[in-house]
């Protein structure tokens, strides 16, 4: 299964969340929420995982931890705040670069229309178009 295709499901599961429970709740409900959905579709879907962070060759555990990592492809960070601020976006980023994927989606489930919240990222995107 490609990334696009992992995606795409982690979309309509967190859709389908949001529209029946809507936003307010917190970020730890809606990772349960979506790592219980993606599970009954039959997705190997990790929670919390821990990121080490090597510098000068050594392996340090600095506390990076993903939210879902789903089909060991696709990195969830989930968020249920008001809005969203740069150092989302760059901590997401760098989660894909330590874990070398090429795909993570950020989600905020604190929108009136989840589709608002919902922002796709990538990384080596020249590698990805020409594979």
């Known amino acids: ?19 029946k429970f809507g936003s307010g709740l917190l970020e730890s409900v809606y990772e349960n929420f979506l790592a ?3 599970r009954e579709l039959g997705l190997n879907v990790k929670t919390q995982v821990p990121i080490p962070l090597v510098y000068k060759e050594v392996k340090l555990d600095a506390g990076f931890r993903l939210d ?17 601020a740069p150092v989302h976006f760059a901590q997401t980023l ?3 670069r330590l874990s070398n ?3 993570a989606l950020l989600i905020n489930f604190n929108n009136v229309k989840l589709k608002d919240g919902i922002h796709r990222m990538v990384n080596k995107l020249e ?5």
């Open 1 to 19: 299964m490609t990334e696009n295709e992992i995606s795409n499901k982690i979309l309509g599961v967190a859709i389908d969340i949001h529209k």
């Open 36 to 38: 219980f959905d993606l």
């Open 68 to 84: 879902l990592l789903v089909e060991n492809k696709v990195i969830v960070e989930i968020k249920s705040i008001e809005i969203l």
């Open 94 to 96: 760098t989660y894909l």
């Open 101 to 103: 994927l090429k795909l």
């Open 127 to 131: 590698e990805t178009l020409r594979s």
